[in-house]
């Protein structure tokens, strides 16, 4: 998978996972016996549980720490699992990057006995909330609406699912795309852009008005005052979503 064997190379130093959103997904994942990770990346929220990972990124794989479930190379349209595999199948925030959703939903479906759980965002929330797209970024909105999985989509897909929010601690430890709503100088560093797929992906020329915008709210002070209500908030919702399935 090309697109990770350059995005990837990062996400051991920037995209740890926050004890606070692995508590939701272990509460998701209920008492699943044993658990298939598609999408897998680096690792990041499995639970003991964990049985086996999915993940079509030979560079992500490489990155997977000393003691983690097997992992095999593949994609989630074409899983080389049997039928009713494990009691759950966790995809987070990965669907969005597959080339047939309804394929890699129906097999998620095909492998899962009893639950599924995806973490994604809904587009709509995240435009309107997250002051980073919204103020200085749009083309890197404009690309999320190209690939945003909208959430109706999904819930139809599984054949009915809850949906749950997930708000983003300020101090989130895991750097996905809303993880420094808080901390408005880490967007600047280009470490943090590269583990953000949507920053990556937009490219470096499209970001650099918005981003030397942003430069200049936070050296006058006017981000600090646009936003003084963030400064106070422990978390925000900012569109991130869990679904869950149970079959």
């Not at 479930?69 to 994609?75: G, M, Q, S, T």
């Not at 006995?113 to 890197?140: G, K, N």
């Not at 983003?168 to 809303?178: E, S």
Request: hydrophobic letters at 45%; glycine letters at 6%.
């Amino acid at each position: 998978m090309a697109l990770y064997d350059t995005l990837g190379a990062t996400y051991g130093r920037t995209r740890q996972p926050d004890p606070r959103i692995a508590a939701r997904i272990r509460a998701a994942l209920g008492d699943a016996a044993d658990v298939i990770n598609v999408g897998a990346g680096t690792g990041s929220y499995e639970t003991p549980h964990t049985v086996l990972a999915v993940e079509p990124s030979q560079v992500m794989l490489a990155q997977r720490p000393p003691g983690s479930a097997p992992a095999v190379c593949a994609v989630a349209e074409h899983l080389p699992l049997p039928d009713d595999a494990a009691d759950a199948v966790m995809a987070l925030l990965t669907v969005h990057h597959w080339t047939d959703l309804a394929a890699g939903i129906a097999e998620l479906r095909r492998v899962a006995r009893r639950r599924i759980v995806i973490l994604t965002w809904d587009q709509q929330v995240f435009r309107e909330r997250f002051w980073l797209v919204r103020d200085y970024l749009p083309q890197a909105a404009a690309f999320d609406d190209a690939r945003a999985i909208p959430i109706d989509d999904l819930v139809a897909l599984l054949g009915g699912a809850r949906v749950e929010p997930v708000p983003v601690p300020h101090d989130c430890t895991d750097g996905f795309g809303a993880a420094y709503w808080r901390r408005p100088h880490a967007y600047l560093d280009p470490q943090v852009r590269a583990g953000i797929s949507l920053l990556a992906q937009t490219g470096e020329d499209a970001l650099a008005p918005g981003l030397a915008a942003l430069a200049d709210d936070l050296a006058t002070g006017r981000w600090q005052e646009r936003h003084a209500d963030l400064l106070a908030r422990d978390a925000l919702d900012v569109g991130y979503r869990l679904l869950v399935a149970d079959y």
